[in-house]
């Protein structure tokens, strides 16, 4: 199914099953004008976007430079769309967010890409049919707990779990207080507790590398097979980026929203200092005892974290991804203080 087919199809089904989409209780307050409608971004794609409104499914042109200045529609925001002559509906304003699930942009080292917003979950998915490097479940997690919704760690899979394999020891290590669910499509484990997680009229943002298996939660939610689904390499279980677009899917009997997301590669951190302390709360607690309140917790004497860590209390790796992560978020701040020094030509 190409992309025009996969929109098509996702719009079809959208406009079938919801019809007015409960946009009076969703939307946030505000005053929308007499020549514009409200709606929620379901589907983003270039130039173009799939708007549910109380009418159904509207096909709005965005031109993010032109009309709205620094911020480009996203999947999951609320939107107004205005008739403008010769071009049709055009989303003229973007209501303000309440979450936004970011990154750096891969493509610029100091750009913020929004991923999704206007969510009240954010799914960090693992598929136990691969190893979990832990750095990558801990950057995952400061995305999530960054966005301002709720964190979730949704291991997929269990019907393929690897004998011996430590996912769930390293998923449960990480985690803290975050929950989690193990879940599998083959026999519906877990999925009953997924759903009480969403919450009828909520969102769940799903995000997570390729073939974790995150489109086909989507279809297992749904019932039915909503979104493509690839196939994933014997050898290392790696996927393709099967999902194009961003979209925004109702769960049957009000369930709530998921949204799905293509799989995320690089996973730079943007303003997340917050966040951070959050995912290496202990390690935060425990270097309030550092002798130096400026210490990087390597050769600085005094330091209760290499103090941990020589008792075997800590595991020196998870200190070294902390002291990386820190460190990258405190040269972005420097980069972006440089800038706002240069004078203005």
């Keep these: ?51 549910m409104t109380e009418a159904g499914i509207v096909r709005a042109l965005s031109d993010s430079l032109r009309a709205q200045g620094q911020v480009a529609p996203v999947t999951g925001d609320w939107v107004e769309i205005g008739e403008q002559e010769g071009l049709g509906p055009v989303i003229s304003t973007i209501l303000e967010r309440t979450t936004s699930v970011s990154r750096r942009d891969p493509a610029q080292r100091d750009l913020e890409q929004v991923l999704a917003t206007n969510v009240e979950v954010v799914g960090v998915v693992h598929g136990l049919d691969r190893p979990l490097p832990p750095g ?35 998923v449960r290590s990480v985690c803290l207080d975050i929950p989690v669910v193990t879940t599998s499509i083959v026999d519906g484990k877990g999925f ?3 759903v009480g997680h969403i919450g009828a009229g909520r969102t769940l943002a799903l995000i997570g590398a390729s073939g974790v298996g995150k489109s086909a939660l989507v279809n ?28 925004l899917v109702l769960l049957p009997a009000d369930g709530g929203l998921v949204l799905d997301t293509p799989g995320i590669r690089s996973v730079g951190l943007w303003e997340a200092e917050h966040a951070l302390d959050l995912v290496f709360g202990d390690l935060e607690q425990l ?10 917790h390597r050769s600085e004497p005094g330091c209760a974290i290499s103090a941990a860590v020589a008792a075997g209390a800590l595991d ?30």
């Design 192 to 194: 009953d507790e997924l």
């Design 316 to 345: 020196a790796k998870r200190v070294d991804r902390y002291v990386a992560l820190v460190a990258e978020l405190e040269a972005q701040r420097e980069r972006e203080k440089r800038r706002s020094y240069r004078p203005r030509r």
């Design 1 to 51: 199914m190409d992309v025009d087919e996969e929109r098509g199809e996702n719009t079809r089904t959208l406009t079938n099953e919801l019809g007015p989409w409960g946009l009076d209780t969703r939307a946030p307050a505000g005053v929308v004008s007499d020549t514009s409608s409200l709606g929620r971004v379901v589907r983003v794609d270039r130039g173009e976007c799939d708007v």
């Design 287 to 296: 270097a309030t005892g550092c002798r130096f309140h400026d210490c990087v």
């Design 136 to 170: 990558r479940l801990e950057r995952m997690l400061v995305v999530a707990i960054n966005s301002g919704a709720a964190p979730l760690v949704i291991l997929s899979k269990a019907d393929a779990a690897v004998a011996g394999d430590e996912s769930e020891a390293i």
């Design 220 to 247: 297992a939610l749904v019932g039915e097979e909503r979104l493509e689904v690839g196939p994933v390499r014997n050898v290392d279980s790696k996927g393709r980026h099967t999902t194009t677009a961003r979209q």
